[in-house]
């Protein structure tokens, strides 16, 4: 009896022994596998907001699965927290978006934040959030405004130090057109342009910034359109275009309707090639939307990886990874930008050894990566260094529509083929 009672204490001891040590070891395997916790807002009803989204997604998923972030001894994973901001939806106020931020600072106690907002004034706005609540983020979805690096952060590096811009400027993207213009001017002789935009606070300030840099090259500029946002007639402005004597057709238009003005250009036989920064044209289904109609059209996709290259070793990896992970090709804005940004943040974090703020913003400003777009830096206004040489700087992407597919046409370093002219234009 008396080893019958010894031998149930035994078991007994050995059952809580057992269960004490399965709860210490599962304790401390959850200690060591603690995630980085990212916040990423996006706004999830715009194409620009899915692309990085996708992006973002796709990174993660690539980083865990080598184990994550290396971190005081330790492999952590990436954890996301996507938030909605909508802010790219009619009539979204910013102070919406900013509670959204909020939400992921003070309910999700998030590390840092990667992604938008989008909208430049919203994106402006969240800058003080940051400085206030003293969180690292990196903005790599749109908000190309100046206003960010050369007004905003400018005007206080020390209190705006925690942001960080991965995306890119319209400074820069308007020294790239105009730089690609005129080789479109030396190589076929070309000297009248016409500028054709949407109805919009940024297209105009990019129309006016692109125009006295396109006068100073020596173009001559020989009519303007300016038309609402949803248009769906652009005959009269087209008309205008062929009588001024234009061989190229500036756009500046983000509307899904561009898809009706390039078929109306083709129908009509408009004798000005179509380039610029044209929405609806990024999206690599754009040939079918336009009945094909949208051939020989020259769009901005704004970062390098969007079509194939041999520009960095990186794109061909990152694009063939994106394309079997969501089924189509990179759109634009935001798929590469948002994909590199948490290979930017890991790179940072492991250097530095840490999620200290201090030593992260000290990490992210010596930012010297080998990325997607061509080796990543930031300037002293915490922008990321645009050029034309990927072994020094990121790179855009200009594509043209040939033979039912996007091709890289612009810069030199990421073009894959020449420009071919429409055959009704001498």
Not at 140 to 157: H, L, R
Not at 206 to 221: C, H, R, T, V
Request: a positive charge.
């Amino acid at each position: 009896m008396a080893k019958r009672v010894f031998n149930v204490f035994l078991v007994a001891v050995v059952t809580i022994g057992f269960i004490i040590n399965t709860w210490v070891i599962q304790k401390a395997l959850a200690a060591s596998t603690k995630p980085i916790i990212v916040g990423c807002p996006v706004p999830r009803g715009s194409a620009y907001g899915q692309n990085g989204e996708r992006g973002l997604v796709l990174a993660a998923e690539e980083i865990n699965a080598e184990g994550g972030v290396h971190l005081k001894g330790k492999q952590r994973p990436l954890k996301l927290e996507i938030i909605d901001t909508r802010d790219e939806e009619p009539g979204v106020p910013t102070s919406e978006v900013l509670l959204a931020l909020e939400k992921l600072i003070l309910q999700k106690k998030v590390d840092v934040i990667v992604g938008g907002p989008c909208m430049s004034e919203c994106g402006i706005a969240s800058m003080d959030i940051y400085a206030k609540y003293k969180i690292v983020n990196i903005t790599s979805i749109g908000c190309y405004t100046p206003t960010w690096d050369k007004e905003k952060f400018a005007s206080n590096p020390k209190k705006y130090r925690y942001s960080f811009r991965a995306s890119g400027s319209v400074s820069w993207y308007i020294k790239e057109g105009s730089d690609f213009l005129h080789q479109i001017k030396d190589t076929f002789g070309f000297n009248k342009m016409f500028i054709m935009i949407e109805d919009s606070l940024m297209c105009r300030k990019a129309a006016e910034m692109l125009e006295k840099l396109s006068i100073k090259d020596g173009w001559e500029i020989v009519g303007h359109d300016k038309h609402p946002i949803a248009s769906t007639d652009f005959s009269v402005a087209l008309n205008k275009c062929k009588k001024s004597g234009a061989q190229i057709l500036f756009l500046w238009a983000y509307a899904p309707e561009t898809s009706i003005l390039l078929r109306q250009w083709h129908d009509m036989k408009i004798p000005a090639l179509p380039i610029g920064f044209i929405g609806a044209a990024e999206d690599p289904g754009f040939w079918k939307a336009a009945n094909g109609k949208c051939a020989y059209t020259v769009v901005a996709l704004s970062e390098a990886g969007n079509v194939l290259s041999d520009a960095t070793p990186w794109i061909k990896e990152f694009w063939g990874a994106y394309q079997n992970r969501w089924g189509v090709p990179p759109r634009s804005t935001g798929c590469v930008s948002a994909y590199e940004s948490l290979y930017i943040l890991k790179d940072a974090i492991e250097r530095a050894n840490s999620l200290d703020d201090k030593e992260l913003i000290k990490a992210l400003e010596e930012t010297n990566f080998k990325g997607v777009r061509g080796t990543i830096r930031f300037d002293n206004n915490h922008q990321i260094i645009y050029g034309y040489n990927p072994a020094q700087s990121a790179l855009g992407n200009w594509i043209q529509w040939q033979n039912k597919v996007r091709i890289g046409v612009w810069p030199p370093a990421a073009a894959t083929t020449k420009i071919i002219i429409p055959p009704w234009l001498k």
